[in-house]
């Protein structure tokens, strides 16, 4: 079948080059003309504009964008949407809110597929997890490239109606924001604890065998390998973590839902912690002791 | 080379049947003589007693022991130290707290290793994560027995000297206590969220390819595909969680190196909450919301 790809960053040209490799005929357009050329040289058709793309790929156009989630989606959909009518199918490959999926969805021409994407750029040679939301006819008729997407027929599913794909990627991101945290508590007793241990031993041998063996715990093992120095495990690794907003809507959804999610809530508190220098609960607690107890406040250097 | 089984139970028996099946030659011990003689169906030199299997072990004895954490393990050394010297070793492939194993391991005659043991009943056929600790040679000498019950090499290290492997286990529970909680909470929304999902074919999509896929994400995906009812992803499984002695340790341990482990705890109080039916504290806040706010008070059914 023909695909058209908008937007050809690390991912959108990941979609690209195993939509190739299967096979397939690629039509591509990013605003960034080098990125168009790349494909090109890969075995792309290029196109020079959101209309130029849709020009070429005729009716019933298939057409993937991998834009940064937000105001580049919309803009690509004004630009794509005269060109669209029912038969032809946009799947949205980015992190978008389900909400922003659903009122997408029901503003376009076209069909709308919300598509999360798991993987990142280290799936490149195995392949992403595709959650898809929307018509199931839509769905069926792009699954022989979420074959090729996807790490196989295996890791791509309909989960439902539209905004469904969004939704259980966004519970996916709140799920494993717990799950550093928890391996991040366990090697950080290990560091700090009463035996002086090698950390990348402990993630070699618990990926062999262990029940806590998992991708993140082989990521942890190559952190360590790489990163470790004398003192140190992790060298000059900072304790600065980027990131949130998946979190944050997962957590906030929870709270709609009234469903206890105690651990994400943690481990994403942990992030807004890690980039606040001087918290002022803490800074209070310390002059606190001093109200009561008349213990030494510790106060910063000017 | 040769290798004494104490302990035939369902941990147990895998530990001689991987090392027979290694080429290795085992004598076998229990208390149940059943067990015993189906492990000599299985090609083990049948034991009658501790004294029987310390005698036809010779000199340099190697001894695995697999029994219950606890008393059966003191017990066991209490049969077995009067045949010891200090070129015998005995592993310890229990879950026994890491500070009982460095006493252990000074009042035993012999040498002693504390051996972590991961990966459960489930994995007989893919081998064990082992997590060795005590001395560098006596864990030099188990290798091929250990090569055999782990994974392979890979599959098992030594941590550091006397308690390491038990301590390191320690905190494998703590995290698998978490991990196993985050992937709850993040199904338990999906359960209770805004879309009808199939949990089946959600764990099934991001086991493939997604971030945060994993041993026990599999095993997520096996229990909603045994489990399932039309209405209940889990049927009649009930919300009664078990166990909790290594997570406890696990933030003990935390608690006396200052370390914080907010998600481990969490996942340990989650245990605990599970077998508490009527919680005090829920039971005084519904009370004091009539004591403020005059709210009607939810009372039980005599």
Redesign the interface.
Known sequence: MELGVIGLGRMGRIVVDRTLAAGHDVVAFDLDDNAVASAADAGATPADSVADLADRLGADKRIWLMVPAGKAVDATLDDLDPHLDEDDVVVDGGNSHFERSVERAEACSGTYLDCGT???PA?AE??????VGGPEWAYEELVPVFDAV???P????R???S??GH??KM??N???Y??M???G??F???A??????DLE??A??????????????ELCEEAFMKEATADDALGDVDDYVAGGSTGTW?VK??LE?E??????Y??LAERFDSRNEGRFSRRLANRLRYGFGRHEVARRED
Request: glycine share 16%.
């Open positions: 798991s993987g990142g799936s195995e392949g992403f997890s595709l959650m996807a790490t196989g295996d890791g791509h599913g989960m439902g109606p905004g469904a939704y259980v519970v996916h709140g799920v494993e717990a799950l945290q928890a391996y508590e366990g950080e007793l290990l700090d604890g009463r035996y002086e241990l031993t402990v070699r041998t618990w990926n062999n065998g262990a029940v806590i063996r998992s991708w993140l715990l997962t959804e929870a839902q469903v206890p999610v105690p651990l994400i943690q481990a």
